[in-house]
């Protein structure tokens, strides 16, 4: 039993994530982020509107921070530590993403798939820049489509 990992007893593909790793999920809708709090749990968001139908008309741009056991948010996805940013941008001190993320559970926050979803959020927290590479990939295909069939 690894207390201060994000896993009891399962581990991703690669390896066992530690406190403020980032965990992608794959989904069948597309890639969700996810931080290491520790002890089996992560820090995500949860789009009001997955939450509550009646929600998605009245508060469709906004989330809510959620601290979960880690194996509930996966389910029956795959899902890999991907400390996307680490290169590019220096982690923030383990302390302080951790603090940070803590600090926002319950709290509702804004979403928007394209400039404020679930990547944006844990890159922001772990390395202090907001970035999802999933937009951005989408983004750069849109155009590419656009140039090839215009």
Request: glycine share 8%; net charge positive; aromatic share 8%.
């Amino acid at each position: 039993v690894l207390l201060s990992s994000c896993f009891y007893l399962f581990t991703s593909a690669n390896g066992i994530p530690k406190p403020g790793d980032l965990i992608e999920i794959s989904r069948p809708s597309g890639q969700h982020g996810a931080i290491c709090s520790g002890e089996g749990y992560v820090i995500h968001i949860v789009p009001l509107c997955e939450l509550y139908i009646y929600a998605c008309s009245k508060h469709g741009d906004k989330a809510i921070v959620k601290k979960e056991k880690l194996l509930d948010v996966v389910g029956t996805d795959d899902y890999r530590i991907h400390n996307v940013l680490d290169k590019q941008h220096a982690p923030l001190p383990i302390s302080h993403i951790l603090q940070k993320a803590e600090s926002l559970v319950g709290m509702v926050v804004p979403y928007n798939v394209l400039t404020h979803n679930c990547k944006h959020f844990v890159t922001g927290l772990r390395n202090g820049v907001q970035q999802s590479q999933q937009v951005q990939l989408f983004v750069v295909t849109f155009y590419i489509r656009i140039i090839l069939y215009s």
